[in-house]
């Protein structure tokens, strides 16, 4: 398939976050989005992100956001009743971003175009892009909670 | 009694979840962290019904299905996958799965697959 545009892709990262946490919140709790507008260079302290290719692009899509946000979104998957430590968080925040790149993935499908997925990454700390790969962020805020969502790319052309 | 078989703990605790809410209780569920221990517990004891992930370390699921029903085991067994395509349903079932549920899922697909 040809590659899209990384503003094309944050759209489809977007797409994908809503509805996968959509069906987790199910029954649960309403959940509220903002797109809220995007300055940021560097990347939240909490990041799971999986690789995707096929032959004519190759990024690394993910989410990052702070300790807080992390929690959230693993009691979402998990529940409120869970206690939660470091693994069990990082645990969940993979699933999460494996769940929504599996998402992606189908939609691609349904667009008639074949991708590979690698396994999940989950970093805390500090991500810094090197070697002319760019980080497209755009930032949501989910239930006071702010999430970016990301793609790791070599630059469009 | 349930199997529930997933390298993810968070995962695990997800699909137990969502049996409990289908009624299961939880003292009738048990759990190995990949398709290995998962054979091993499978072939050594009669379950009701399998939850396995797709992709695990040491022994896929698709792996383990293939392995129990070499051995004879025609306990039920629902495939539990982050990619529910087309393709990957048809490799499932062929294979010998009841069912294949993409993940996010809800306790009606436990329901379903359970064959409640």
Redesign the interface.
């Known amino acids: 398939m040809k590659n899209k545009h990384p503003d094309e892709w944050l759209k489809m990262l977007q797409t994908a976050f809503q509805e996968v946490l959509n069906e987790f919140a199910r029954g649960v709790t309403n959940l509220d989005y903002q797109l809220e507008a995007c300055d940021d260079e560097s990347l939240h302290r909490h990041i799971a992100m999986v690789e995707m290719f096929a032959d004519d692009f190759q990024m690394h899509v993910g989410l990052a956001t702070e300790m807080s946000g992390a929690t959230f979104l693993s009691q979402l998957l998990l529940g409120d009743e869970d206690l939660l430590d470091e693994y069990l968080r990082a645990d969940a925040l993979g699933e999460m971003i494996n769940i929504i790149t599996g998402r992606i993935k189908r939609n691609l499908l349904d667009e008639g175009a074949g991708s590979d997925l690698g396994i999940p990454i989950v970093i805390e700390g500090r991500l810094i892009p090197i070697s002319r790969h760019e980080c497209h962020i755009s930032t949501m805020i989910l239930c006071n909670q702010k999430v970016q969502l990301f793609v790791l790319v070599k630059p469009y052309s | 009694m349930i199997l529930v078989v997933d390298d993810?703990?968070?995962?695990r605790?997800?699909v137990k979840?969502s049996l409990r809410a289908a009624g299961i209780e939880p003292d009738k569920i048990d759990e190995a962290e990949d398709g290995s221990e998962g054979f091993q517990k499978a072939t050594s004891q009669d379950y009701d019904c399998i939850f396995c992930d797709w992709?695990m370390p040491r022994m896929s699921g698709i792996e383990f299905l293939k392995a129990l029903r070499e051995s004879g085991k025609s306990t039920r067994f629902v495939m539990v996958?982050?990619?529910?395509?087309p393709d990957i349903k048809e490799t499932g079932i062929s294979a010998g799965a009841a069912a294949v549920i993409?993940?996010?899922f809800?306790p009606d697909d436990i329901k379903t697959a359970l064959g409640l």
């Open positions: 993810s703990k968070a995962m605790m997800i979840r992709n996958t982050s990619i529910a395509t993409g993940k996010p809800s």
